[in-house]
């Protein structure tokens, strides 16, 4: 079974601090794969980044970053100088390579960010 | 953007009547999903398809049944609506071959009295 955490439900942070969202996650498949999606108050999902688990470098785009740590089960994400159209839900999520299910993402509970001006 | 639409957006309808949501996509990808949002649960899969006429289940199929006649459409039918069944209802597609990021419709809301 898989499963993806995100352990802060609600995070409010002052515009132009740095904010980093947490996800941690369990699975039993070896190879697997990590997201990011992006859900505004408009409601759509948008999707930010894809992470392959047999590759451990993080990536930075803009004032986006990631933090995959393998060992620790964890794929952090962290806005740099935050601005007020951060402002949304940010959901992790999982999905095993191949094989039954493979199709299936899991995704985490979601954090709501808030940056207030 | 994925060129992904979903109808009807907004819909109330009252427990036992049926229900089709649509979804349409001009990418001609090979999968397409279909998944409900709730508080307190994120976004839970119901239905996907592999191709035309190919279908599984997801996580949270009961109640729930999709049909696939062509690449760019999926139906999700409820065949007799529930209260517990008033969630957002999103699409997504996906291309497959190692390009797996699933992207998502605008959503449907439905809320069933």
């Known amino acids: 079974a898989q499963k993806v955490t995100q352990a802060q439900t609600e995070i409010s942070v002052v515009e132009k601090e740095d904010v980093t969202l947490d996800c941690v996650y369990e699975?039993?498949?070896?190879?697997?794969?990590l997201f990011w999606y992006k859900q505004p108050p408009s409601g759509e999902l948008v999707f930010l980044i894809r992470r392959n688990s047999f590759d451990e470098q993080n990536e930075i785009s803009g004032r986006y970053s990631w933090n995959f740590q393998k060992s620790t089960s964890s794929f952090n994400f962290t806005i740099t100088a935050s601005q007020v159209v951060d402002s949304a839900v940010y959901f992790c999520a999982l999905r095993p390579y191949s094989g039954a299910g493979s199709y299936q993402l899991t995704f985490g509970k979601g954090t709501k960010l808030s940056v207030i001006p | 953007d994925a060129g992904i639409t979903q109808s009807p957006r907004h819909k109330v309808t009252e427990t036992g009547t049926p229900v089709t949501l649509r979804c349409h996509q001009t990418e001609n990808h090979r999968y397409m999903y279909w998944y409900r949002q709730d508080p307190g649960h994120g976004l839970r899969l119901i239905h996907y398809?592999?191709?035309?006429?190919?279908?599984d289940k997801g996580e949270v199929s009961d109640g729930y049944s999709v049909s696939r006649s062509k690449t760019e459409d999926f139906l999700l039918t409820l065949e007799s609506a529930t209260s517990s069944q008033t969630s957002v209802y999103f699409c997504?597609?996906?291309?497959?071959?190692?390009?797996?990021?699933?992207?998502f419709g605008p959503g449907t809301r439905l809320t069933v009295t």
């Open positions: 398809s592999y191709g035309v006429k190919d279908t």
């Open positions: 997504a597609i996906s291309q497959g071959g190692g390009r797996d990021e699933q992207y």
């Open positions: 699975t039993r498949d070896t190879t697997y794969y």
